[in-house]
């Protein structure tokens, strides 16, 4: 077992060939959920029998995103049902073994990983049929007690997922095409089944890091449809690198377990630990929930069992309760957010029961715009008229001119300030608090958990201070040229808050239209239960808690989590021209120097307008989001300068806790180093809230796809 150089002895050799191995799975399963995305597109197109598809198509009524996302949600269910299988969690326990064989045999989708090793398949389409009789019945009100199916309720399994391809029909070649990129992976010299009964967050990671990569592409003449990565744009622009388990476990010791200690020592320690909350502002497919998830599920289980080790079903009973009421999720991507429920569903699936209700906890925005109530009560400020993109200076002068005029001689802050806006908004804490004391271990209590919450959110209070909240964002957003003039000032802002039926049609579409391009998301409206109540955040921090007095404006509310976990995206927040035209006009990205490029870019208002109005719009938008983290105040510390997102998360991360939580995560060692990060990490020595830093250089290649050089902490 020794050698002469430790990294030389057997067992580190067994370990790299283990690690190398692993790596080499989740390299092929990445690419074999794009192969198998790709086939079924192509399978769906081609097929005769799907004429209304390829119209709706054809006249834009069904976009090609849309139908991307539906494909997704495709694979997304037969992974679940990989996995769900291959764990025997899937059927009820209590139906007749008849049942069971009835659905092994002729319905279950490892019967179709079977096929698809063996068999090229035909152009009939029974296959793909009996997987949808699985699929609605599995959405049902009451399963399928003949097949031995439990009713799982959830978007996933529900009739609105894939609306265009349950009804379609698809080739048996073509569908066993796709199942078998899932289910098989090669070494180049043999083929061994992906083993779905192990299948871990590390996996769905990698799933996660390929729809990043992916933009869709389909000729419906030939009925080809294809996936491209556009020059790495996607994956580059969240500045998404997925974080290896080794990594995530080092700050689950130092962020999590302190948290739990605290918890355990409690009179009633099983209430302590569900009252926990735990939050990835940056989720994507879960990776720090799950193994955040596990961690805490072991030490509920171990204090309502009395054992140090308790049982598997004792654990897996736990798992539920904690992902159910321990944990809170934020991803600007729709479908990141999707594979982070069903990456929860898989640890959380007891046979019998339906999957758990996650849609309150795991959500989809930009965890960095949005307002605050703090931020609301000091009115629009005068920050909110710099011009961008499109926007004409002597309109943006004049309206700033106009708004410090009002903030400084109006009477409608007076009346703002008489009552806390979160006063008047109405108990959604309660509210929220009393819904999730709802269970849902039967159908029966998830459906009530989800009228419950649909009420929540739409009723006319909690829509009222969305607008509100929206509406501030909009400010600085708004379009403010001559033939747009009427922006949004500290007055108007102030009416509407005062009477919110007043706002005109024009101006309320316009802010949803907004809110909707830039992902608004405001944390005290989507987490009431976890910022309402207790003393002042700022107060807390002022008094020597992880934070200073800095902080206070920006901060979302009282109350706060109690461990926010994760490795948020590290990207310059501006559009980056050579690749957003990678795909587009390949020749403008590959241009000779910078300053062609923008000669190139200039030319396009004469020979494709089109394509202008695109670009225009997207460099609005990113200088939008810019404007918004510089200068709305939310960020006093790091919104300046050339804003990287990693600054402005780790700001954020530090918001987000209450005066007793704590922060692990990943990050660039510029946030210790660099210029523009000084007064935040000052900030953290003064307020003596900085428990711990490690520095390290990425020369192991930990992110496999980034610079060995590049350090982190």
Same mark, same amino acid.
């Given at each position: 077992m020794e050698a002469a150089r430790p990294e030389n002895c057997w067992l580190e050799r067994w370990s790299r060939a283990a690690q190398e191995q692993g790596t080499r799975a989740l390299d092929q399963l990445r690419s074999g959920v794009e192969a198998a995305i790709a086939a079924l597109g192509s399978g769906f197109l081609r097929h005769p029998g799907n004429k209304t598809l390829r119209q709706r198509l054809f006249a834009a009524e069904l976009d090609k995103q849309d139908f991307y996302r539906q494909l997704l949600r495709l694979v997304y269910r037969l992974i679940f049902l990989f996995v769900a299988e291959e764990r025997q969690l899937l059927l009820l326990p209590e139906a007749v073994d008849e049942a069971k064989r009835r659905y092994y045999e002729f319905y279950s989708t490892r019967r179709l990983r079977h096929l698809a090793a063996r068999r090229r398949g035909s152009k009939h389409a029974d296959l793909y049929q009996g997987l949808m009789i699985v699929l609605r019945k599995l959405g049902d009100e009451g399963g399928s007690p003949e097949l031995a199916l439990p009713a799982l309720g959830s978007f996933l399994f529900s009739a609105q997922a894939a609306p265009d391809l349950d009804g379609a029909q698809i080739a048996n070649r073509d569908f066993l095409e796709a199942i078998r990129h899932l289910a098989v992976i090669s070494d180049g010299r043999s083929r061994r089944q992906v083993d779905y009964r192990n299948l871990g967050a590390e996996e769905l990671g990698s799933v996660y890091e390929s729809?990043?990569?992916?933009?869709?592409?389909?000729?419906?003449?030939?009925?080809?449809?294809?996936?491209?990565?556009?020059?790495?744009?996607?994956?580059?622009?969240?500045?998404?690198?997925?974080?290896?388990?080794?990594?995530?476990?080092?700050?689950?010791?130092?962020?999590?377990?302190?948290?739990?200690?605290?918890?355990?020592?409690?009179?009633?320690?099983?209430?302590?630990?569900?009252?926990?909350?735990?939050?990835?502002?940056?989720?994507?497919?879960?990776?720090?929930?799950?193994?955040?998830?596990?961690?805490?599920?072991?030490?509920?289980?171990?204090?309502?069992?009395?054992?140090?080790?308790?049982?598997?079903?004792?654990?897996?009973?736990?798992?539920?309760?904690?992902?159910? #009421?321990?944990?809170? !999720?934020?991803?600007?991507?729709?479908?990141?957010? +999707? =594979?982070?429920?069903? $990456?929860?569903?898989? &640890? *959380?699936?007891?046979?019998?029961?339906?999957?758990?209700?996650?849609?309150? #906890?795991?959500?989809? !925005?930009?965890?960095?715009?949005?307002?605050?109530? +703090? =931020?609301?009560?000091? $009115?629009?400020?005068? &920050? *909110?008229?710099?011009?961008?993109?499109?926007?004409?200076?002597?309109?943006?002068?004049?309206?700033?001119?106009?708004?410090?005029?009002?903030?400084?001689?109006?009477?409608?802050?007076?009346?703002?300030?008489?009552? *806390?806006?979160?006063?008047?908004?109405?108990?959604?804490?309660?509210?929220?608090?009393?819904?999730?004391?709802?269970?849902?271990?039967?159908?029966?209590?998830?459906?009530?958990?989800?009228?419950?919450?649909?009420?929540?959110?739409?009723?006319?209070?909690?829509?009222?201070?969305?607008?509100?909240?929206?509406?501030?964002?909009?400010?600085?957003?708004?379009?403010?040229?001559?033939?747009?003039?009427?922006?949004?000032?500290?007055?108007?802002?102030?009416?509407?808050?005062?009477?919110?039926?007043?706002?005109?049609?024009?101006?309320?579409?316009?802010?949803?239209?907004?809110?909707?391009?830039?992902?608004?998301?405001?944390?005290?409206?989507?987490?009431?239960?976890?910022?309402?109540?207790?003393?002042?955040?700022?107060?807390?921090?002022?008094?020597?808690?992880?934070?200073?007095?800095a902080v206070a404006e920006g901060a979302v509310a009282s109350g706060g989590f109690d461990v926010v976990l994760g490795n948020p995206p590290w990207e310059r927040i501006k559009l980056q021209e050579k690749e957003w035209f990678a795909e587009r006009r390949p020749e403008i990205a590959a241009a000779a120097n910078a300053a062609q490029r923008r000669k190139m870019i200039e030319a396009l208002q004469q020979n494709d307008a089109a394509l202008w109005r695109a670009f225009a719009g997207d460099r609005r938008k990113a200088e939008g989001e810019s404007m918004l983290v510089r200068n709305s105040g939310r960020f006093p510390l790091c919104g300046r300068g050339d804003v990287n997102t990693y600054t402005v998360f780790t700001e954020l991360n530090r918001m987000l806790i209450n005066p007793q939580g704590r922060v692990g995560c990943i990050v660039p060692s510029g946030i210790a180093t660099d210029d523009t990060t000084k007064y935040f990490f000052q900030d953290l020595i003064e307020q003596r809230s900085l428990v711990s830093l490690y520095d390290f250089e990425n020369r192991e290649g930990l992110f496999m796809d980034v610079d060995s050089r590049m350090k982190f902490c």
């Open positions: 729809l990043l990569e992916l933009h869709p592409q389909l000729n419906l003449e030939s009925g080809d449809f294809s996936l491209h990565t556009a020059g790495g744009h996607e994956r580059k622009s969240t500045g998404s690198y997925y974080t290896p388990s080794s990594l995530i476990h080092e700050l689950l010791d130092s962020a999590l377990d302190p948290v739990l200690d605290a918890a355990a020592r409690q009179p009633d320690p099983e209430a302590a630990i569900l009252a926990l909350k735990i939050c990835d502002p940056a989720c994507g497919s879960g990776h720090f929930l799950i193994a955040a998830a596990h961690r805490i599920a072991h030490r509920l289980a171990a204090a309502v069992s009395g054992e140090s080790e308790p049982p598997p079903e004792a654990l897996r009973a736990a798992l539920r309760r904690v992902i159910g #009421h321990c944990i809170y !999720g934020v991803d600007i991507n729709e479908m990141a957010v +999707e =594979l982070c429920k069903v $990456g929860l569903w898989l &640890e *959380a699936l007891e046979p019998g029961k339906p999957l758990s209700f996650l849609d309150h #906890h795991i959500q989809c !925005g930009n965890s960095l715009l949005g307002a605050t109530p +703090e =931020l609301m009560a000091a $009115g629009i400020p005068d &920050e *909110a008229f710099v011009p961008i993109e499109g926007d004409d200076k002597a309109v943006c002068t004049a309206a700033k001119r106009r708004n410090k005029s009002e903030r400084e001689t109006g009477q409608a802050d007076l009346f703002y300030a008489a009552s *806390a806006p979160w006063q008047r908004l109405g108990d959604f804490a309660g509210a929220m608090k009393a819904m999730d004391r709802v269970s849902d271990e039967t159908l029966d209590g998830y459906r009530s958990k989800s009228n419950r919450y649909q009420e929540i959110v739409n009723s006319p209070a909690f829509l009222f201070g969305r607008l509100l909240a929206d509406l501030w964002c909009a400010a600085f957003v708004w379009k403010k040229t001559r033939d747009f003039p009427y922006v949004i000032t500290n007055e108007v802002f102030r009416s509407i808050e005062a009477e919110p039926a007043s706002i005109p049609t024009w101006m309320y579409e316009e802010v949803e239209r907004l809110r909707r391009q830039y992902g608004f998301f405001h944390w005290h409206l989507a987490f009431p239960e976890v910022f309402a109540g207790g003393e002042a955040q700022a107060a807390g921090r002022a008094s020597g808690g992880p934070s200073g007095s």
